[in-house]
């Protein structure tokens, strides 16, 4: 739901002499709630995978593969904290503020939403990357060749996909903090 939604519900509230209905403006916020969470969930699953794995592959005894999981288990917890600080934010937007009031604190999120998606996490894929490619030096040398290329195969398209997904993502998000500057 585009903020151009919330603005006409409460552009059609303000005509009216009783209470408003904030029911479809907290709708909204639920939903984009919901999002984070489900983000959440999926980080969450992934760094509990990897902490498994860095226990299954006894990476805490070989300098190596310790690096190489640390960098990955250490970018995952980084964006589980990101993604708490910002529902946390989210939450402290009131719907019950006059449109202008809440139109400053949702620019407010999506100008900070911004500033992550282009600063923080391409240097949080970037030191994922890192940790995958020493990871991999390992795979090759302990692995037979056929699991190692499906290792490296599967981590290109669940990039590939992954990276589509935040790039839309990112776009959404910088479509309503446009159409929020511009109203």
Known sequence: MEFKDIQNIWQQQSGETTLPDFEPAKQNLRQLRKKQQISKIILAITGIVLIAF?????????????????????????????????????????????????????????????????RTIPILLIIYNIGILIMMYYFYQYLSRGFFYYIVISYLVSFAVLFYFIRKQVLNELSILKNLQES
């Open 54 to 118: 860095f226990f299954y592959i006894s990476a805490y005894k070989y300098s190596g593969p310790l690096l190489g999981m640390s960098l990955l288990i250490g970018v995952v917890l980084v964006r589980v904290y990101i993604e708490i600080k910002s529902q946390q934010q989210l939450k402290k937007i009131s719907v019950l503020l006059s449109l202008e009031d809440f139109k400053a604190q949702l620019i407010n999120y999506y100008q900070k939403r911004k500033n992550l998606a282009f």
